[in-house]
C-alpha cells in the first residue's frame, strides 16, 4: 500500500472538520450580518455592519436581509413578513454601517406594515440614502391553498458546486481577478447548467441552482426569511445576461440591481436545499426584468423578482 492511500482516509477526516469549520465560520458571518443594534437614541433605526461579500460596494443580499430584519424587530414574532419591495438607490460602501430608520405605517389585527429608510454616512459624514423599502407582515393562518408543480431538475446530489465548477475555470481567469473569483460563498450553490464565465454563448435566459446554508442549525422565522432574502440577490440579475452572450467577466459591462420584492409563501427550512429556478422575460433600455421561484420538498415557498441594470459599454 502506498503511503498516499495510507493516508488518505486521514486526509479525508481532516478536510472534513476543515470544511465543517469553515462553513460553522461562514454561517457565524451570515449572523453576525444580521445582528443589528440599535441608536441610543432608540428611535426605531437599527445599525447593521457592512461585510464584504462581493467587493468593495455592498451587496445588495446583506442590504436586503437587514432591512428585512429591521423591520421584524418592530412587528409582533408571530407575524413573519409575507412581501417586500425594496430600491437600491445608492451603491453602498462596504467600510461604513449601514442605519436603517423603521417607520410603522400600521398595525392591524392581522396586517402590519414597515417602510425602512437605509442610509450610510460618507466620506464627508453626510448621510446618504442608499435604499428603501416597505415591508409586509401577517400570521400564518389556514385558508385556500393552491400552487402549480415544482419543476423537474437533477437533484443536487448529481452536481458540482461552485468551487469545483470554479476549479474547473480558473486557467481562464486573468490573474487580476483570481484571488476573488476563487473567494467561497457564505451559501452553497449548485448550479443545474454551468456556464462558462469567460466566454458565454447565447442561450434562452433561463437557469436554476439550488442552495442551502450548512450548519445554519435552528433559527427563527425571521432570520431564515432575512438569509433567504440575502441568498435571493445572487445569480437573479445574471438571467437577464444570458440571452445576450455576456457575463459579470463581460468587459465593458455594467450592471446592478435596481429593486427586488419577494413574497414569502410557506415556512422553509435553509439547512436544507431549496431549488432556485430563474427567467428574464426582457431586457430593454438597459434594464433587464427577472423573475425567480423558492422550492422545497415540492412546495413553493418564496417568489422574486428583479430589475437589473445592464449596460454594455462596446468602447471600453
Not at 472534513?16 to 437614541?41: D, I, M, P, R, S
Not at 408543480?149 to 465548477?165: D, G
Not at 423558492?294 to 422574486?304: E, H, K, S, V
Request: contains cysteine.
Amino acid at each position: 500500500m502506498s503511503d498516499n492511500l495510507a493516508n488518505k482516509p486521514q486526509n479525508q477526516s481532516q478536510n472534513h472538520a476543515k470544511n465543517q469549520q469553515q462553513a460553522l465560520t461562514f454561517v457565524e458571518q451570515l449572523l453576525a450580518t444580521l445582528t443589528l443594534t440599535l441608536t441610543q437614541t432608540n428611535d426605531d433605526t437599527f445599525i447593521g455592519q457592512s461585510h464584504d461579500y462581493v467587493g468593495a460596494r455592498i451587496f445588495g443580499g446583506q442590504v436586503l436581509g437587514q432591512a428585512l430584519m429591521s423591520a421584524s424587530h418592530t412587528v409582533d414574532v408571530d407575524k413573519p413578513c409575507h412581501s417586500l419591495h425594496g430600491y437600491f438607490l445608492r451603491g453602498g460602501d462596504v467600510r461604513y454601517p449601514v442605519f436603517y430608520q423603521v417607520e410603522n405605517m400600521r398595525d392591524g389585527r392581522s396586517l402590519s406594515a414597515r417602510r425602512v429608510t437605509a442610509r450610510q454616512f460618507d466620506d464627508a459624514n453626510q448621510p446618504q440614502i442608499i435604499f428603501t423599502m416597505i415591508a409586509s407582515f401577517a400570521p400564518y393562518e389556514d385558508g385556500l391553498d393552491y400552487q402549480k408543480t415544482m419543476p423537474i431538475y437533477p437533484n443536487p446530489e448529481h452536481l458540482l458546486n461552485e468551487q469545483q465548477l470554479k476549479e474547473q475555470f480558473v486557467g481562464k481567469i486573468p490573474l487580476a481577478l483570481k484571488e476573488r473569483y476563487l473567494r467561497k460563498r457564505h451559501v452553497e450553490i449548485k448550479p443545474v447548467a454551468p456556464r462558462d464565465p469567460i466566454h458565454p454563448k447565447p442561450m434562452p435566459p433561463k437557469q436554476a441552482n439550488w442552495l442551502r446554508i450548512r450548519e445554519l442549525g435552528k433559527q427563527s422565522v425571521q432570520v431564515q426569511q432575512a438569509l433567504l432574502a440575502f441568498a435571493s440577490d445572487f445569480y437573479l440579475v445574471g438571467t437577464g445576461f444570458m440571452s445576450h452572450g455576456v457575463s459579470y467577466m463581460t468587459k465593458g459591462l455594467q450592471a446592478a440591481s435596481i429593486d427586488h420584492s419577494m413574497h414569502f409563501h410557506r415556512p422553509f427550512d435553509l439547512n436544507d436545499w431549496l431549488l432556485y429556478d430563474m427567467w428574464s422575460d426582457t431586457t430593454s433600455h438597459a434594464k433587464g426584468l427577472n423573475h425567480g421561484q423558492f422550492w422545497q420538498d415540492g412546495r413553493l415557498i418564496a417568489t422574486t423578482q428583479q430589475e437589473g441594470l445592464m449596460r454594455l459599454h462596446l468602447d471600453k
